[in-house]
């Protein structure tokens, strides 16, 4: 199995844990524990947090990959896209691939804000990006509160509210 196969492979596994409102935690509470190991705070969206974990457990015999992702992954989607982007050992483009994240930034009035959003890439199919996102609900609307499978249409445009695609952090 690839690791790309491995970080899918658990993205899959976790969906449906649901959190307890508010963003104060997870029904499943060695959820819970593993996204407090990565370094989640009650109160704290947690997107990133959940694509950081399905990295860090799919690269779990990898220990010196690890210690790099730490430095690099952030509660923020945006910044972990910046801190990726900037280091020459990880691959960040516009092609999505399986197991890749999926980073996204919000717009509100065609500006751009520093929160966004984070997923696991799945698949892409005719320009619609099939994702599995925590921190999400199955409409894909604004309120999250479970890890589930969405769709968006791959833009990487300014628009005037809403997330735009940034690119794509690849596995090594």
Aim: proline letters at 6%; one cysteine or more.
């Amino acid at each position: 199995m690839t690791i790309n196969e491995r970080i899918l492979s658990i993205a899959t596994g976790y969906i449906g844990k649901n959190e307890e409102p508010g963003n104060s935690g997870w029904y499943d509470e060695d959820f819970e524990r593993k996204m407090r190991e990565r370094g989640w705070h009650p109160s704290e969206a947690w997107c990133s947090y959940f694509a950081e974990l399905c990295w860090f457990e799919a690269y779990i015999n990898h220990p010196v990959i690890q210690l790099d992702m730490n430095k690099l992954f952030s509660g923020s989607a945006v910044q972990t896209f910046r801190n990726f982007k900037r280091e020459a050992d990880w691959i960040v483009d516009r092609i999505p691939e399986p197991g890749a994240l999926a980073v996204f930034q919000r717009y509100k009035n065609w500006q751009p804000h520093c929160s966004g959003h984070m997923a696991i890439t799945n698949k892409d199919q005719n320009n619609v990006l099939c994702t599995i996102d925590g921190n999400s609900n199955p409409t894909g609307g604004r309120e999250g509160y479970t890890v589930t499978p969405a769709q968006r249409v791959i833009n990487f445009e300014p628009i005037a509210n809403g997330l735009v695609l940034l690119g794509f952090v690849h596995p090594q």
